[in-house]
């Protein structure tokens, strides 16, 4: 029933490098299967992502300009009034939740992960991953029993420059919102038309044809499976790791942390042998009265300068001006890789 639609287009040039002799160069046209928006796949192999050394960033003048380092966070970074949180912020273990001293929406935080100012991806530990996620619950289920009418709870993260992070000192965002923004309402209202026309959760539906297909498929947890996307968002893919019967922040318990913080460490082993050292993640939570149709779900989308000397972006006209995503990779490739770290 989920169509993996494709369209291969040949474009030909007298090539300079062989003599100007004919060649044939395909790229790949591939339909979002849940939105039907187009994605480009081009330039195979032509990039290959380089990694950076960031050691040298944590240095005392630069950890005395975070607000995220100690002791800079406790007169730094503000705190939420009494009426959203009596104590004013979150701690959970490592991680501390505040209020986003920039907010771009009305509920609008940041979960600092620990004390580190720069932390390599080979160090993001499960436990310090454990407690973010832990804080971010907690924030999620508190504000959900003050009916504020903030129904979408959204978790995104920007790692390392090149994701667009501004402070290196890791953290994630955490918005509850009102307005779910532009991928989350095409996701929400295209899984309902699906429910409605299928009688089936297109999420549950996706990783069955997935692991029937196999070639996309990275493998499976207890709750959870864990695919490369087939029409993927970023330049070097995007792998998604979704919860099929998981829906709405009060069906996430502590196993259900524990397994999303198993699944990334898997994925994050695979990037570091693939030199993939930034990323953006979103992780997608069911609003109530969704739940037959909308899963738990988490995307991540690697990020990279596409050279180191010019700090050149990954992220061009496709994307800015046509809105066309465009990969240099083949998911199928890159899954066949990732699969061995499961
Ligand atoms: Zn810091």
Redesign the pocket.
């Known amino acids: 029933m989920i169509e993996f639609k494709t369209e291969v287009v040949t474009t030909t040039i007298l090539d300079p490098r062989e003599g100007f002799a004919r060649k044939e160069i395909d790229s790949e046209i591939r339909y979002d299967p849940l939105t039907g928006e187009s994605r480009r796949l081009a330039h195979f192999g032509m990039i290959k992502p380089r990694k950076e050394d960031f050691s040298s960033w944590d240095t005392p003048e630069?950890?005395s300009r975070?607000?995220?380092?100690p002791p800079?966070i406790e007169r730094m970074t503000p705190r939420f009034p009494p009426e959203v949180l009596q104590d004013g912020h979150i701690r959970r273990g490592e991680a501390t939740l505040l209020p986003n001293i920039s907010p771009y929406d009305r509920f609008s935080a940041l979960a600092v992960m620990g004390t580190?100012?720069v932390v390599p991806l080979e160090e993001l530990s499960p436990s310090l991953l454990k407690d973010t996620f832990l804080a971010e619950m907690d924030f999620f289920r508190i504000i959900a029993a003050k009916s504020f009418g903030t129904p979408y709870n959204i978790v995104i993260w920007n790692y390392m420059p090149p994701s667009g992070g501004g402070?290196?000192?890791p953290h994630q965002q955490i918005i509850v919102s009102d307005s779910p923004g532009n991928l989350l309402r095409k996701s929400l209202e295209n899984s309902r038309r699906y429910y409605q026309v299928h009688r089936q959760n297109y999420w549950r539906e996706l990783c069955r044809a997935e692991k029937e297909k196999g070639q996309r498929f990275a493998g499976e947890l207890e709750r959870s499976c864990w695919l490369a996307s087939f029409a993927p968002l970023g330049v070097l893919g995007e792998f998604l790791g979704i919860f099929p019967d998981v829906h709405t922040v009060s069906d996430v318990d502590g196993a259900v942390i524990d397994e999303l913080v198993s699944g990334l460490e898997r994925l994050f082993r695979y990037f570091s042998s693939a030199n993939i050292y930034s990323f953006n993640m979103g992780l997608f939570f069911a609003p109530e009265g969704t739940e037959k149709y909308f899963s738990l779900h988490l995307r991540v989308i690697p990020r990279l300068f596409l050279n180191l000397e010019q700090k050149t972006s990954d992220v061009n006209s496709l994307l800015m001006v046509l809105q066309e995503p465009f990969a240099v990779v083949q998911p199928e490739k890159q899954c066949a890789e990732l699969r061995s770290f499961w």
């Open positions: 630069n950890r975070c607000p995220f380092c800079n580190r100012h402070i290196v000192h």
